[in-house]
């Protein structure tokens, strides 16, 4: 995709949408970093049950140790990889509280130093929690880098790369749940609803889908 399309890309599928916002549920910046941790291979509408009934023990991190690996884990059993994201819960609320006073740090290096947490957690947590115009490369937008010309790469980093120096910086910040929620909704990996695709004019995938057969 020529990089003179790009903005036009980004605005087309952000005009129902201004104002994007993540669907995973959280109150604060640590009950979002606790969310982007359990959603790690799980959709957002399992990990939202299970934080439901999670925060109303604990939602800070001295009530999440009070809770204990076997606290959390009673109500995150239904998320994949339960037993692992249990124990990094409750390891990185002790290291909040331990180093941070309870406060989730806006650092890149110290959120990726937490137990749990990668690139794309802590690119979630800056953009979301504290407004930084990051991108986190989640298998959407990994895939819609790829098919529509946006920003094609091999690896999640170099697609991070190109989309970050590629859309303007005046929409940088929301892009990332922009295009999450169009590949999540339109853009999806079988079946690519191009038919109601606002972005058609710009998207370069050669296969484009029509309007299903009644």
């Known amino acids: ?10 605005t087309a599928i952000a005009a129902d949408n201004p104002e994007p916002r993540s669907e995973l549920a959280f109150t604060d910046p640590y009950t979002l970093l606790v969310a982007v941790v359990l959603s790690a291979q799980a959709t957002d509408i399992s990990v939202n049950k299970a934080t439901e009934t999670l925060y109303r023990d604990a939602n800070t991190p001295a009530a999440m140790i009070l809770l204990g690996v076997d606290g959390v884990a009673r109500h995150v059993k239904s998320i994949g990889l339960w037993q692992g994201k249990a124990r ?19 650092d890149r290096a110290a959120l990726e130093a937490l137990p749990g947490v990668g690139r794309k957690t802590a690119n979630v947590v800056l953009n979301v929690a504290f407004g930084d115009a990051t991108m986190a490369v989640d298998t959407h937008i990994f895939r819609l880098g790829n098919r529509t010309g946006l920003a094609p790469g091999t690896t999640v980093r170099s697609v991070e790369d190109s989309l970050v120096k590629r859309i303007p910086a005046d929409l940088l910040r929301d892009a990332h749940n922009w295009l999450i929620l169009h590949g999540r909704y339109i853009c999806k990996a079988r079946k690519p609803e191009c038919w109601r695709c606002p972005a058609t004019a710009w998207c370069r995938y050669k296969d484009k889908t029509g309007v299903p057969a009644a």
């Not at 995709?1 to 980004?10: E, G, K, N, Q, T």
């Not at 990094?88 to 806006?106: E, F, K, T, W």
């Open 88 to 106: 990094n819960v409750v390891a990185l609320s002790q290291i909040l509280l331990d180093r941070y006073g309870g406060q989730v740090p806006h």
């Open 1 to 10: 995709m020529p990089l003179a399309d790009v903005r036009a890309f980004i």
